[in-house]
């Protein structure tokens, strides 16, 4: 029995079943396939790696699956591929061209994420049932091109707010048959989350500047003795806090970044429910820094050949911490008939056929 489970033992606990020697039978070919191939073959790499994963993924004894066409996922990556070109030409070329090529990108850019998270729902599928996203056009518009503008404006005081409502957008336009998903986290919640996050940092920054009055009065103390000329003392200081400096800010990404993602995580799925039936996530912080850590290590010594290890160790923790608790009987929602669905998912297969993620 997991600590997820036993915090809660009426809920439903997500499991996972992926093998690191498993998978890196067909991470090391599509690493290969696609060398090989000059990129093309990332396309079929990416749908290999994705129905690994949703296939030893499972909820109350059933597993998802994924079924994207690699040719579609290849068009929507020459689609990114051409709008990123036109992009860096118009930049070597003039600057009003690369306004045009800017305004181009902010146009088209939003439309394609709300495609490609159609395409991606509607390729996943839990007992038969497929996903699907509904999301209007008009508020991927607002929630990928205004927000974030604004945001930009307001010198990154709204980036909370923004965060906020990209998920409230992406939980409550998801649907599961006829059942759909909500969302009730709000601003204030997330705003919470980034002001821990701001004194994390903040309060990592005071080791810099604590290491800078120790170097200067090394510095001072090693010019008195005549160990470093009076003249090369600046010069002294500013390399040594400067690369002391660089190795504490890598350090710090590496501390707060695990923080933010598991806060995050538990953050959303904690205020995210499929019908009356409500999910909970409890990835701790430290356990995740763990993981992380422990997976760069691996990951640097083994020259990359650890990497397929590290992704299932990571995908084991994020997704057992993970559950739902039901809200009556459960398998009401999971027994719904595919034919019962609406078609408005059916008809994505054929209309919203690109991913541009890669």
Not at 136 to 147: D, W
Not at 150 to 172: C, E, F, G, W
Not at 242 to 250: E, K, P, Q, V
Not at 336 to 355: K, N, Q, Y
Request: net charge positive.
């Amino acid at each position: 029995m997991t600590a997820l489970e036993s915090s809660n033992p009426g809920q439903a606990s997500f499991g996972f079943s992926g093998k690191g020697s498993e998978y890196f039978r067909i991470w090391i070919v599509n690493v290969a396939l696609t060398i090989v191939t000059l990129g093309i073959y990332s396309a079929w790499a990416k749908v290999r790696r994705l129905k690994y994963f949703y296939q030893n993924t499972s909820l109350l004894g059933s597993h998802f699956d994924y079924h994207g066409d690699p040719k579609k996922i290849l068009k929507g990556r020459l689609i990114a591929l051409g709008l990123f070109l036109a992009y860096k030409l118009s930049l070597e070329t003039s600057p009003r061209l690369a306004l045009v090529a800017i305004a181009l990108l902010a146009a088209v850019l939003p439309w394609l994420i709300v495609r490609s998270f159609c395409f991606k729902l509607h390729n996943s599928s839990y007992r038969g049932l497929r996903f699907s996203f509904r999301g209007s056009t008009g508020e991927g518009y607002f929630s990928f091109l205004l927000m974030p503008v604004l945001t930009m404006v307001s010198l990154y005081l709204l980036a909370p707010l923004t965060h906020q409502n990209i998920k409230k957008y992406q939980h409550r336009n998801s649907w599961f048959g006829n059942s759909r998903f909500g969302f009730d986290a709000g601003p204030g919640k997330f705003y919470a989350m980034y002001l821990r996050l701001l004194g994390l940092i903040m309060l990592g920054l005071v080791v810099p500047v604590a290491l800078a009055f120790t170097f200067k009065a090394q510095l001072t103390s090693l010019v008195a003795l005549g160990h470093v000329p009076a003249d090369q003392q600046k010069n002294f200081f500013i390399g040594l806090f400067a690369i002391a400096f660089i190795l504490f800010y890598l350090l710090l990404l590496a501390l707060v970044g695990p923080w933010f993602a598991a806060r995050s995580q538990n953050l959303v799925w904690n205020h995210t429910r499929l019908g009356e039936h409500q999910f909970v996530s409890r990835v701790r912080a430290r356990r995740l820094l763990w993981i992380f850590l422990t997976n760069l290590l691996g990951t640097i010594f083994s020259l990359g050949l650890f990497k397929p290890f590290a992704d299932i160790r990571m995908a084991r923790y994020r997704i057992e911490s993970m559950g739902v608790v039901p809200h009556g009987d459960i398998e009401q929602v999971l027994a719904v008939p595919e034919e019962e669905v609406t078609a408005t998912g059916e008809g994505a297969a054929d209309l919203f056929d690109i991913d541009i993620s890669f």
